[in-house]
C-alpha cells in the first residue's frame, strides 16, 4: 500500500477534487444498487412463495430459499440509506445484534397468546421489528427450542407470516430505490443531495460503514475477548451462516469499493489486493459458525481475518477518501 496521509492528502491541489462526480454514481446507483434489491425482491417472493407450500421447518426447500433470500440481503444490506432506512425497513430485515434476547421473546409471546396479527400482512408489519425478519425465521426454523413451543398450525402461520413480511419489506425497498435512484445520479435542489460530492459522499460512508459493521461487529462480536470468547453471539449460528456473511459483505463491498476508485488505478490495484486477502482469508477458514473462536488456533484465524478487513479501511480511509475529496462522517450505525 502506497503511504498516502492525510498531510500529503492535504497538499492534492484542488483540481483533483473537482472532478465529475456522474460517471461513477451512474454507475454505482445502475449497476450495483439498483439490481441488488431486484434480486433481493425476486429472492424473497421465491421464499414467499415456497412457504404458503411447504412449511416444513427442515424442509430442504425451504431452507434452501431462505437461504438465497438470505444471501440476497445481505449482499445489499450495506446499502444503508435512502428506502433501505425508510420505516426502520432495514432492521425489519434483520435485527441483530438482540443484545437483550427480544427476538425468541417476541415469538415465544405470539405463539403463546396465537397473535391474530399473522393473519393480515399490514397487521403483522405493525409487530415488533425482533419477530420480523431474517433472524426471526432463523428461530423458526433452526431453533429447536420453538419446535416445541404450541401447536403446528400456527407455527406453521407464524413462519409464513414472517416471510411474507420479509417479502413486502424488500418489494417496498426495491420500488422505492427506482424512484430514488435520480437523487443520487441527478444530485441538486429538488435532491436529498444538494452536489455530486454529497451524493459521492453517502456511497462512501456506505462502503466504510460496511467493512466496520463486518470486522467490529460479525467478527467481533463472537471473538469477545480472549479470556471470554463469545462463539455463542454470532450472526445467524443457528443456520450455520456467520462466516458466510462476512464473505458476502466483503464481495458485495469489493465491488462497491472498484466502481468508487475507479478513476485512481493505483489506489482501485491497492483495495483489490486487500479484498482478494480477505475474501481468500474468509474462504478458507473452516468454521461457518465461528465456533472454534474458543480455541487458540480458530482465534488466531479469525483474527487475522478481522485485520485482512481493518487493512482495507485503512486503505479506503487514508487513500481513497482523501483523493476522492470526502469523508465517512456519521453512519447510520451511530447513536443519536
Known sequence: MRSLTLFTALLIPFGAYAQDRAPILMDVTETHILPRFAQLADATDTLATTVQADCEPQSDTLRAAYSAAFDSWISASHLRFGPTETDDRAFAMAFWPDTKGFTPKTLSRHIKDEDTAVESPAAY??????????????????????????????????????????DRNADAMNADWQSFAPNLTQPGDDSPYRSGDEAMQELYRALTTGLEFTADTRLGRPLGTFERPRPNRAEARRSKRSLRHVELSLIALSDMAARLSFDHPEIAADLDTAFAQAIDRAQSLDD???????????????????????????????ELGPTLGISAGFNSLDGD
Open 125 to 166: 408489519a405493525e409487530t415488533s421489528i425482533a419477530g420480523r425478519g431474517f433472524l426471526a425465521l432463523e428461530r423458526m426454523l433452526y431453533d429447536p427450542a420453538m419446535a416445541e413451543q404450541g401447536n403446528v398450525a400456527y407455527r406453521c402461520a407464524l413462519i409464513r407470516a414472517i416471510a411474507t413480511d420479509i
Open 288 to 318: 461457518p459458525a465461528f465456533a472454534k473462536v474458543d480455541t487458540p488456533l480458530g482465534r488466531i484465524r479469525v483474527e487475522a481475518l478481522q485485520q485482512s478487513i481493518h487493512k482495507i479501511r485503512e486503505i479506503a480511509s487514508i
